[in-house]
């Protein structure tokens, strides 16, 4: 309907709410008592008749008043009723429908004096659409409530398929000073899709997917879903051993996932049998998901968010998705997700300029772009923002039961000047770098998450040395559970890379880990950012014959599981595929049936198995009581050895030796210090994992020689083969002499091994993605407590 004018005969808040200007709908829709009765005033454009139906069993013609709006008047009635509109449409067409401007706000004065002030932590149990049941006189009334926060739109309506995506004939109301826009949409159920057409300050209609949808259709649309959740979570299990323990001094190995390309064209159900099974087979603790959330661009892999509230429905349902959690838990594995509070994108019909201003982001460019991926950064500042991004980081935890959070390019957010030249960044209000209220939001949404849920994870992707990103939010730390040691991961790759000849001149790139790694609680990532955009495979950053790449691949991994700190291992890494990544095909999965790969998977299985069976690993990570080095000096022979303990004070036989050699020599009577007397038992060696059948030394039993060596009051000689790991810890058994060799593993996989049916390598490029500085850290904190 064209906006025009109003004549002077029709009071000019008939005219906004017929033209989409009205920003009180209610106040003339509806019923309203009047000295003469009780008038009903109803919105139907293009009705060629509208009937009210009393719950007496009267009926109450009305008359058009106005473009669209009809009127009438009941004279006998002093006090409101339960009705229905019967409408007539062209051709003879009769519906009968409830009124949406007869119900009373969703949301009450609580809820919205803690939105004014950022401060509702279950946002999403107001915001956005959720469908309502009402029961009257007339019979239980089943709808969708919406609501919506555009605080300087001067009119808001709602549209979708109930509708005909007509921009006329639902108007929403503004709640007082909220800025929140509410409308109860009577007979709308789960599944319908909508939007809302907004009138922004800059008065154009703008049609905009809901910032708080819980579902969505699938990219390329853009609409939005009521959402209404029918799953039974079966993880009670997995949810009480979860409030009741401490993930942060447990056992963490992490397998990192990207769904679309795990095995291309799973859903989230199918994922929920394949994909588990798999991971059950490998003992990972937890597997960490590329961001979910709903984003319109494929090959961002998630990274540039539309839905913060909505799993992509690239893959199903929101249910479906839930499924593949619980199913998770119920095979003891944990779930991350990647977390994105960096960025969104420019889209028009998302976040972007949303209320016809910025609003979600901040106005200025110098704080409000994001110049690396051409997004829009958040307006930290504004309650509002924080709190929806506050309440989001909860909502996944608690409506989807995950366990814990990783949150991307938090070096982005720390730096006003990341990123930026001189005059392309706004300093603080003391003149600095840092961005003090990206700060206060890590800090916020991590002492809010660990409150609420107890037993989960953060964990921060952190590039630069800023101090304090595990202390706990009381002590002024960011609060994170974790942070990815960006500092390790880069260093020791840079090592793996080098020649077996010349890394004794790069040997500090594998000891200087240990000069910072008590300053935070740390996790070691070998990521999907390594293995793509031309950085080659893990395997392939090995020189070398095939043969000794895979031998130094086998040593490495075993390395990363003796090293303090949790493990992240990257999708494919596991049976050390050659290729680069693709997010566009699915992983190279007959190279399990080649033996040198699949024995790679096998060591994968079996050092997760070792680690879960010795806290020596794991329960000291954060501990310099749980480190001591052996030899850390040997750059000649290429050779590492150190000692992991499970008790602070060192007592008792948790405790495991590693040896490592990263040279092109084997190490024949290679005596190593014990931390204990006794027997001591072989029990990993990566060089019978090779597909040569060369002899294991696995459950081979040395005896502890009163000859201190090392530093240690015990030793023993051993063969250390070349570009091989070999742990040893006390032996239970007490053996009296060597075991005999094991059997070595079969030459091919069996079957089950294998998640999909091998597909075809592909061969189109990725897209790329701006580096992020990255440094060692720096030991200038203390070490970390649990976050608060």
């Given at each position: ?18 033209n ?5 709908p209610?106040?003339?829709l ?18 060629e008749g509208?009937t009210?139906l ?6 109450l ?6 473009e669209?709006?009809?009127?009438g ?24 429908g409830?009124d ?25 149990t ?7 049941r009402?029961?009257g ?10 609501a919506?926060?555009?605080?300087r ?22 709640l007082?000073q ?15 899709t ?9 008065d154009i209609v703008t ?21 209404a ?6 993880d009670d ?7 009741e ?11 990192e ?29 937890h ?19 539309t ?6 429905a ?5 249910d479906?998705f ?6 998770l838990h119920?095979a ?5 997700l990647?977390?994105?509070?960096a960025h ?5 019909w998302?976040?972007?300029r949303?209320?016809?201003l ?22 930290f ?11 989001n980081?909860?909502y ?37 770098r840092?961005h003090l ?12 998450a660990?409150?609420?849920t107890?037993?989960?994870?953060t964990?921060?992707?952190e ?13 002024g730390g ?12 880069n ?8 020649d077996p000849?010349?890394r ?25 950012d ?10 392939t950053k ?9 031998a ?28 680069e990544w ?22 994968v299985k079996?050092l ?8 020596a690993?794991w ?7 749980g480190?001591e ?5 040997d ?10 303990f499970?008790?602070?004070?060192r ?32 029990i990993?060696?990566t ?13 081979i039993?040395?005896?502890?020689e009163?000859?201190p ?18 742990y040893?810890a ?14 070595q ?11 999909a ?6 061969t ?21 407590q649990?976050?608060?």
């Amino acid at each position: 309907m064209t906006a025009r004018t109003p004549p002077d005969a029709l009071p000019q808040s008939l005219w906004a709410v017929a033209n989409g200007r009205h920003q009180q709908p209610h106040d003339l829709l509806g019923q309203h008592l009047e000295p003469g009765g009780l008038r009903f005033r109803v919105l139907r454009p293009l009705a060629e008749g509208v009937t009210v139906l009393l719950q007496d069993g009267t009926e109450l013609p009305l008359e058009h008043e106005s473009e669209g709006v009809w009127t009438g008047l009941a004279s006998t009635l002093t006090a409101t009723v339960d009705y229905r509109v019967r409408t007539t449409w062209a051709g003879g067409i009769v519906h009968d429908g409830d009124d949406p401007y007869r119900f009373a706000p969703t949301l009450g004065d609580i809820d919205l004096h803690l939105i004014g002030e950022g401060r509702h932590e279950e946002l999403w149990t107001v915001l956005g659409s959720h469908v309502r049941r009402y029961s009257g006189p007339m019979g239980e009334v089943t709808g969708t409530s919406f609501a919506v926060w555009a605080p300087r739109a001067k009119a808001v309506h709602v549209v979708g398929d109930f509708n005909a995506w007509d921009g006329r004939t639902h108007p929403m109301r503004l709640l007082g000073q909220s800025g929140v826009w509410e409308l109860f949409v009577p007979d709308v159920g789960a599944g319908t899709t909508y939007k809302y057409s907004i009138r922004g300050a800059d008065d154009i209609v703008t049609a905009k997917a809901d910032p708080m949808a819980r579902r969505t259709e699938a990219p390329p649309a853009t609409g939005s879903v009521v959402e209404a959740t029918e799953h039974v979570w079966a993880d009670d299990e997995w949810m009480t051993r979860r409030r009741e323990s401490d993930p942060h001094t447990g056992p963490m190995s992490v397998y990192e996932v990207h769904l679309a390309s795990w095995r291309q064209g799973l859903s989230y159900t199918e994922l929920a049998e394949h994909l588990v099974n798999y991971v059950s087979d490998l003992g990972f603790t937890h597997v960490e998901f590329l961001p979910v959330m709903e984003h319109p661009y494929g090959p961002s892999w998630g990274y540039q968010v539309t839905g913060y509230y909505a799993p992509t429905a690239r893959f199903g349902t929101p249910d479906e998705f839930r499924h593949l959690v619980d199913r998770l838990h119920q095979a003891g594995i944990g779930v991350i997700l990647d977390w994105v509070p960096a960025h969104f994108p420019k889209d028009a019909w998302a976040l972007a300029r949303f209320d016809g201003l910025p609003l979600y982001e901040h106005p200025d460019p110098r704080r409000g772009d994001q110049p690396d991926w051409g997004t829009h950064i958040f307006d930290f500042g504004r309650l509002q923002v924080r709190n929806f991004l506050v309440a989001n980081a909860s909502y996944w935890l608690e409506e989807f039961h995950i366990d814990g959070l990783r949150v991307d390019a938090v070096a982005s957010m720390l730096y006003l000047d990341y990123s930026r030249k001189d005059g392309e960044w706004l300093p603080n209000v003391h003149g600095g770098r840092e961005h003090l209220e990206a700060i206060g939001l890590l800090q916020e949404a991590n002492a809010t998450a660990y409150k609420r849920t107890p037993g989960i994870i953060t964990v921060a992707e952190e590039s630069t040395s800023w101090p304090g990103v595990t202390q706990p939010t009381s002590q002024g730390g960011l609060g994170f559970g974790l942070k990815w040691n960006m500092g390790w991961m880069n260093d020791s790759l840079r090592y793996l890379g080098e020649d077996p000849v010349n890394r004794q001149y790069h040997h500090n790139l594998l000891t200087f880990s240990m000069m910072y790694a008590w300053s935070e609680n740390y996790l070691l990532p070998i990521s999907h950012d390594e293995v793509v955009h031309g950085k080659g495979s893990l395997l392939t950053k090995i020189p070398g014959e095939r043969f000794d790449q895979l031998a130094t691949l086998r040593a490495y991994l075993a390395y990363i599981w003796a090293h303090p700190g949790k493990q992240l291992l990257f999708m494919g890494c596991e049976f050390a595929q050659p290729n680069e990544w693709g997010d566009g095909r699915s992983l190279d999965w007959w190279l399990l049936d080649d033996p040198a790969h699949y024995r790679v998977h096998n060591l994968v299985k079996q050092l997760n198995a070792t680690y879960r069976d010795h806290p020596a690993l794991w329960a000291q990570d954060s501990s310099p009581a749980g480190f001591e080095w052996l030899d850390a000096d040997d750059n000649t022979g290429n050779t590492f050895s150190f000692v992991r303990f499970g008790r602070s004070d060192r007592s008792g036989d948790d405790v495991l030796v590693a040896v490592i050699n990263f040279g092109g020599s084997e190490r024949s009577g290679h005596r190593i210090g014990l931390p204990r007397d006794g027997a001591w038992r072989v029990i990993l060696d990566t060089s019978g994992y090779d597909a040569h059948g060369t002899p294991s030394q696995a459950d081979i039993v040395v005896e502890a020689e009163a000859t201190p060596w090392e530093g240690q009051p015990w030793s023993a000689v051993i063969h250390l083969p070349k570009l091989s790991t070999l742990y040893l810890a006390p032996d239970a058994a007490e053996s009296d002499g060597p075991s005999e060799m094991p059997a070595q593993e079969p030459e091919a996989p069996p079957e089950a091994a294998v998640p999909a049916t091998p597909e075809p390598a592909a061969t189109e490029p990725t897209p790329a993605e701006p580096a992020t500085p990255t440094a060692a850290p720096a030991p200038s904190t203390p070490l970390p407590q649990e976050p608060a």
